[in-house]
């Protein structure tokens, strides 16, 4: 047997999420299915990072176990796996990797961006979040730099979630304008199950002056998820990048 990585990009739009789920489409099950159908044999996969319903990714990966005898036919597998799969759902690359690789625990850190425009725009719809207030970007980055040097994320962690630390190590965090949109990047060793988009959504908050930045602070320290905003949208959502 060998290991390999898959490297997948996707539209979230219409699945429930990354990892495989009873009762839900997942990006998951539609590769697992295409991977079935072509090499007629039942290949289990693990994924390297989740995304919740309705987030896309520009990059992610799996990775599973293969017979050796077979590596060729599977490293010319990929315009195969694409023709299987929905329009949706990407292969970009299958390549081996030592034995002991491991697509999740290897991972260094993660990249997301979150997209905001305030003009009404059909064209970006299903890929960024409408939201026609004023927004002081001065205050979205000062809220940001906070972020990046806090390590304590419950307050971050929708609930019933079973993790062993809240503890995320934030290498970037910063708003930037792109053209028309208001794009949040963040860089991090890990993230907890809805923390991007509690975090948008919180800061969303300084910067309409809702809350001040000592506010802020007061949230993060509070370790109460009930105190932050979730509401956020996920098709503005994307995993970017995977770095290992």
Known sequence: MARYFIEVAYNGKRYAGFQIQQNANTIQAEVENALQVYFRESLALTGSSRTDTGVHAAQ?????????????????????????????????????????????????????????????????????????????????????????????????????????????????????????????NVKGSRFLRGMVRGLVGTMLKVGTKKIDLNGFISIINAHDSSKVDFSTPPQALTLKKVNY
């Open 60 to 184: 992610n990966f799996f990775h599973f176990d293969y017979l050796i005898d077979k590596a060729q036919a599977l490293n010319d597998s990929v315009y195969h796996l694409n023709a299987i799969l929905p329009s949706d759902i990407v292969v970009k690359r299958i390549y081996g990797v030592k034995d002991e690789a491991h697509c999740r625990f290897d991972a260094k850190s993660r990249e997301y961006e979150y997209k905001i425009y305030a003009s009404k725009n059909p064209f970006i719809v299903d890929y960024a979040y409408y939201y026609p207030y004023p927004l002081d970007i001065e205050l979205l980055n000062q809220a940001a730099a906070i972020i990046q040097s806090t390590e304590d994320f419950q307050s971050f962690s929708k609930k019933n979630t079973q993790v062993y630390t809240y503890k995320c190590k934030i290498e970037m965090s910063c708003w930037s304008r792109e053209g028309d949109l208001l794009v949040y």
